[in-house]
């Protein structure tokens, strides 16, 4: 099966720094993938669509300013968190889906937590 | 606006207790549906989906899930729980071809007694 993975699993860092994701297909070509963030005790939101080789697609209410994505290949999508705040601290989780398949299942990262203080 | 509806936070059940978890959606158009589950610390995995066709679908470790059309609603089941299906659910909508873009629900803790 197609697998996913994310690094770091987990990363504290201190409030003002930024803090890189990585999101890596390992076995097929992602022309597109996604970013979730979930707080404690709660639902994934979907934060933007990576699209590789143009501008991500931010949802309403994410700062694009705030969670820069690159998409700069077809298995890799960074989510970087810029002067990240104690707010920002989060599960941050992404998935990708197979190019072409639009109706088919899409596979999730093992996420990262990130704690900022 | 679309949306996803778990009706419980947390269940408990004994082992071989039967489960029910409930997912309503709100969405103007053609969905897929998905159940996924995570377990602690790990990742999210997908336990089944719906995308056309027979209506009860029959996933990993034992689940099935039956899409109401009429309803909106695409509700969880197990005849048998075990201690190891411990984990939290989350049901999960997508627009027809909009691929892997997913409004989940806001999932169900589900803890198994021994």
């Known amino acids: 099966g197609a697998v996913v993975s994310q690094h770091p699993s987990r990363v504290i860092c201190k409030s003002g720094t930024s803090v890189k994701i990585e999101c890596r297909s390992l076995d097929f070509q992602a022309t597109t993938m996604f970013w979730y963030r979930q707080f404690p005790k709660q639902s994934l939101m979907l934060m933007a669509t990576s699209n590789e080789g143009s501008k991500a697609t931010y949802e309403q209410g994410v700062e694009k300013d705030k969670f820069l994505i690159n998409h700069a290949s077809l298995t890799l999508s960074t989510l970087t968190v810029t002067s990240a705040h104690p707010e920002d601290s989060s599960f941050y989780i992404c998935?990708?889906?197979?190019?072409?398949?639009?109706?088919?299942?899409?596979?999730f990262g093992q996420g990262t937590r990130l704690t900022v203080v | 606006a679309q949306s996803v509806s778990q009706h419980n936070h947390h269940v408990i059940l004994s082992e071989a207790a039967s489960l029910e978890l409930g997912c309503n959606y709100s969405y103007g158009g053609t969905v897929n549906l998905f159940w996924y589950v995570q377990y602690p610390g790990q990742h999210l995995q997908l336990l089944l989906k719906?995308?056309?066709?027979?209506?009860l679908v029959k996933g990993i470790k034992g689940f099935e899930a039956e899409f109401i059309k009429s309803k909106f609603s695409f509700n969880l089941r197990k005849p048998s729980v075990q201690w190891s299906d411990t984990a939290e659910y989350f049901c999960a909508v997508g627009a027809w071809n909009q691929g892997g873009k997913l409004i989940f629900g806001q999932g169900t803790e589900l803890s198994v007694k021994p």
């Open positions: 719906y995308f056309s066709g027979d209506p």
């Open positions: 998935s990708a889906q197979r190019p072409g398949q639009l109706n088919t299942e899409a596979f």
